[in-house]
T-cell receptor
């Protein structure tokens, strides 16, 4: 049973446009969500996170939106740059719980010059 | 600077052999995790540890074991390597203490091929 779902395996956008990566979750106990970025032959690196008490968190070109009623979050990248081309993983956890992260399968973003 | 390292970065072994992948972190984190990444599956948790002498099974723990004798290291052992264990393995660590962000810091990965 997949608790964190990224239904789009890949996404292609033009440089300068907006990239929107989506993530859905099923476990209502999740209260903290993270996005990781992964380049080939490297480990994932933390990008941005959001607590369930918020519905938006912004960091430069990256914004994460959380819709708790829909159990849905999205990562917006504006403007997209070729260096953003990577695999993006959505992850969820229960703070104060087991401290494990549950990851989605990832979305491969390609930003074309 | 604190870091997390994995060795070897690449390993080729034969079916049935015992293999140990090393993970070393200098963050002084209590929590350490092992994942495998496979196409179509994302990152799946193999084993994890919340401190010295503590180990726990993740969702895909069959055929793997870990031991935690100090804070810095969590080696992953494949007791008898199988072709299904060909994968990229990532080690990660995080702070403990509930209320933390649960952000995990990942190593660079080990690509393991079992022939």
């Amino acid at each position: 049973d997949q608790q964190v779902k990224q239904n789009s395996p890949s996404l292609s956008v033009q440089e300068g446009r907006i990239s929107i990566l989506n993530c859905d979750y099923t476990n209502s106990m999740f209260d903290y969500f993270l996005w990781y970025k992964k380049y080939p032959a490297e480990g994932p690196t933390f990008l941005i996170s959001i607590s369930s008490i918020k519905d938006k968190n912004e960091d430069g070109r990256f914004t994460v939106f959380l819709n708790k009623s829909a159990k849905h979050l999205s990562l917006h990248i504006v403007p997209s740059q070729p260096g953003d081309s990577a695999v993006y993983f959505c992850a969820a956890s229960v703070r104060g719980g087991s401290e494990k992260l549950v990851f989605g399968k990832g979305t491969k973003l390609t930003v074309n010059p | 600077d604190a870091e997390i390292t994995q060795s070897p970065r690449h390993k080729i072994t034969e079916t049935g052999r015992q293999v140990t992948l090393a993970c070393h972190q200098t963050w002084n984190h209590n929590n350490m995790f092992w994942y495998r990444q496979d196409l179509g599956h994302g990152l799946r948790l193999i084993h994890y540890s919340y401190g010295v002498q503590d180990t726990n099974k993740g969702e895909v723990s069959d055929g793997y074991s870990v031991s935690r004798s100090n804070t810095e290291d969590l080696p992953l052992t494949l007791e008898s390597a199988a072709s299904s264990q060909t994968s990229v393995y990532f080690c990660a660590s995080s702070e403990s203490g509930g209320g933390a962000r649960n952000e995990q810091f990942f190593g660079p990965g080990t690509r393991l091929t079992v022939l």
